[in-house]
Protein backbone atom coordinates (compact mmCIF):
# COMPACT_ATOMS: atom_id res chain seq x y z
CA UNK A 1 0.00 0.00 0.00
CA UNK A 2 1.42 2.96 -0.83
CA UNK A 3 -0.11 6.53 0.65
CA UNK A 4 -0.10 10.30 -0.68
CA UNK A 5 -0.92 12.83 1.85
CA UNK A 6 -2.27 16.10 0.82
CA UNK A 7 -4.15 19.39 1.68
CA UNK A 8 -1.97 21.31 4.57
CA UNK A 9 -1.14 24.64 4.82
CA UNK A 10 -1.49 27.74 6.35
CA UNK A 11 -4.80 28.53 8.32
CA UNK A 12 -5.33 31.27 11.18
CA UNK A 13 -6.63 30.18 14.63
CA UNK A 14 -10.57 29.41 14.46
CA UNK A 15 -9.96 28.48 10.99
CA UNK A 16 -10.85 24.60 8.66
CA UNK A 17 -8.56 22.53 6.59
CA UNK A 18 -9.70 19.24 5.00
CA UNK A 19 -5.98 16.87 4.53
CA UNK A 20 -6.56 14.13 2.29
CA UNK A 21 -4.98 10.61 2.41
CA UNK A 22 -4.98 8.98 -1.40
CA UNK A 23 -3.78 5.30 -1.08
CA UNK A 24 -2.77 2.61 -3.72
CA UNK A 25 -4.03 -1.01 -3.78
CA UNK A 26 -6.80 -2.95 -3.79
CA UNK A 27 -7.69 -4.09 0.13
CA UNK A 28 -7.53 -0.14 0.90
CA UNK A 29 -11.12 -1.11 2.26
CA UNK A 30 -9.98 -3.68 4.68
CA UNK A 31 -7.33 -1.90 6.11
CA UNK A 32 -7.58 0.34 9.32
CA UNK A 33 -6.71 3.72 8.63
CA UNK A 34 -5.60 6.72 10.68
CA UNK A 35 -3.60 10.19 11.30
CA UNK A 36 -0.72 10.70 13.16
CA UNK A 37 0.62 14.37 13.81
CA UNK A 38 4.35 15.51 14.81
CA UNK A 39 5.04 18.88 15.80
CA UNK A 40 9.03 20.12 16.25
CA UNK A 41 11.05 18.61 19.46
CA UNK A 42 7.61 16.72 20.55
CA UNK A 43 6.83 12.98 19.87
CA UNK A 44 4.64 11.72 17.29
CA UNK A 45 1.36 11.22 18.22
CA UNK A 46 -2.11 9.60 17.01
CA UNK A 47 -4.34 11.78 15.90
CA UNK A 48 -7.62 9.82 14.62
CA UNK A 49 -8.26 6.25 13.31
CA UNK A 50 -10.87 4.57 11.39
CA UNK A 51 -11.72 0.81 11.01
CA UNK A 52 -12.32 -0.82 7.76
CA UNK A 53 -16.41 -0.70 8.75
CA UNK A 54 -16.23 3.13 9.84
CA UNK A 55 -15.79 2.91 13.58
CA UNK A 56 -13.78 6.14 14.78
CA UNK A 57 -11.53 6.83 17.69
CA UNK A 58 -9.69 10.12 18.60
CA UNK A 59 -7.01 11.61 20.37
CA UNK A 60 -8.79 13.79 23.72
CA UNK A 61 -7.42 17.24 22.10
CA UNK A 62 -8.87 17.11 19.14
CA UNK A 63 -12.21 15.56 20.27
CA UNK A 64 -15.13 17.52 18.72
CA UNK A 65 -13.19 19.66 16.19
CA UNK A 66 -11.92 16.67 13.64
CA UNK A 67 -13.82 14.05 11.88
CA UNK A 68 -11.87 11.26 10.18
CA UNK A 69 -13.75 9.63 6.83
CA UNK A 70 -13.32 7.30 4.59
CA UNK A 71 -14.30 7.01 1.42
CA UNK A 72 -13.15 3.18 -0.09
CA UNK A 73 -14.46 3.45 -3.35
CA UNK A 74 -11.67 6.51 -4.39
CA UNK A 75 -9.41 4.76 -1.98
CA UNK A 76 -9.32 7.97 0.15
CA UNK A 77 -8.58 8.80 3.79
CA UNK A 78 -9.81 12.21 4.93
CA UNK A 79 -9.63 14.26 7.82
CA UNK A 80 -11.49 17.63 8.53
CA UNK A 81 -9.95 19.94 10.81
CA UNK A 82 -12.58 22.57 12.77
CA UNK A 83 -11.43 25.30 15.14
CA UNK A 84 -7.82 24.88 14.65
CA UNK A 85 -5.57 26.06 17.32
CA UNK A 86 -1.69 26.93 17.11
CA UNK A 87 -0.95 23.81 19.47
CA UNK A 88 -2.98 21.53 16.03
CA UNK A 89 0.39 23.14 14.25
CA UNK A 90 2.27 19.70 13.04
CA UNK A 91 3.53 17.83 10.09
CA UNK A 92 0.61 15.38 9.47
CA UNK A 93 1.15 11.59 8.47
CA UNK A 94 -0.99 9.27 7.47
CA UNK A 95 -0.97 6.06 7.97
CA UNK A 96 -2.49 1.91 7.59
CA UNK A 97 -2.41 -1.49 8.88
CA UNK A 98 -3.72 -5.07 8.17
CA UNK A 99 -4.45 -5.16 11.85
CA UNK A 100 -7.70 -4.09 13.48
CA UNK A 101 -7.33 -1.60 16.33
CA UNK A 102 -4.43 0.97 17.18
CA UNK A 103 -1.98 -0.66 19.80
CA UNK A 104 0.65 -2.21 17.20
CA UNK A 105 2.83 -0.38 15.04
CA UNK A 106 1.58 0.57 11.54
CA UNK A 107 2.60 -0.63 8.87
CA UNK A 108 2.19 1.72 5.99
CA UNK A 109 2.92 5.60 6.02
CA UNK A 110 2.88 8.29 3.58
CA UNK A 111 4.47 11.43 3.23
CA UNK A 112 3.64 14.21 5.83
CA UNK A 113 1.57 17.51 5.01
CA UNK A 114 2.21 20.59 7.13
CA UNK A 115 -0.40 22.25 9.08
CA UNK A 116 0.33 25.98 10.67
CA UNK A 117 -1.97 27.45 12.74
CA UNK A 118 -1.26 31.06 13.25
CA UNK A 119 -2.70 32.75 16.01
Known amino acids: VQLQASGGGLVQAGGSLRLSCAAS????????MAWFRQAPGKEREFVAG???????KYTDSVKGRFSISRDNAKNTMYLQMNSLKSEDSAVYCC??????????????WGQGTLVTVSS
Open 50 to 56: ISWNGLT
Open 25 to 32: GRTFSSYT
Open 95 to 108: AATRYMGYSREFEY
